[in-house]
């Protein structure tokens, strides 16, 4: 009886310890991915605003060289996404020809910035 008393007890163990392995397993693994996510996130930053419909915006970085360039849609917007952080040109072109341009525009982490080609300085350093 005693026997068969100490299997039990052991068998309950086991269970029990192979039941928080996994649950361990689990909680790491959602972890590092809530963390991969929040990271992703924690590095980057936007630039938008509004500009003359079918032109062209180039950001480039005067920190890193990272450069994207966006139409503008019908409505007279853009949005530049996933910007690293850093110090940017941002460059109206239209038909293929610089136009205008927004100097020394800071690109910070989660947030955007807005810079407007509208005939109105809305960022830093207007040109």
């Known amino acids: 009886m005693k026997n068969l008393h100490s299997i039990k007890t052991g068998s309950t163990r086991r269970g029990q310890s192979v039941r928080a392995f996994v649950m361990a397993a689990a909680v790491a693994a959602f972890g590092m991915a809530g963390s991969a996510a929040v990271y992703a996130q924690a590095t980057a930053g ?23 360039e966006v139409k503008v849609d019908e409505k007279g917007r853009y949005a530049i996404r996933e910007l690293p952080v850093g110090v940017y040109t941002v460059t109206l072109s239209e038909n293929g020809q610089p136009v205008a341009k927004h100097l020394n525009v800071p690109v910070v982490v989660g947030r955007g910035i807005k810079v407007d080609f509208d005939g109105q300085a809305t960022a830093a350093g207007q040109q």
């Not at 062209?56 to 450069?67: E, I, M, P």
């Open 46 to 68: 936007k630039v938008f605003g509004n500009a003359p419909a079918g032109s062209s915006v180039l950001a480039k970085s005067t920190t890193n060289g990272t450069q994207r």
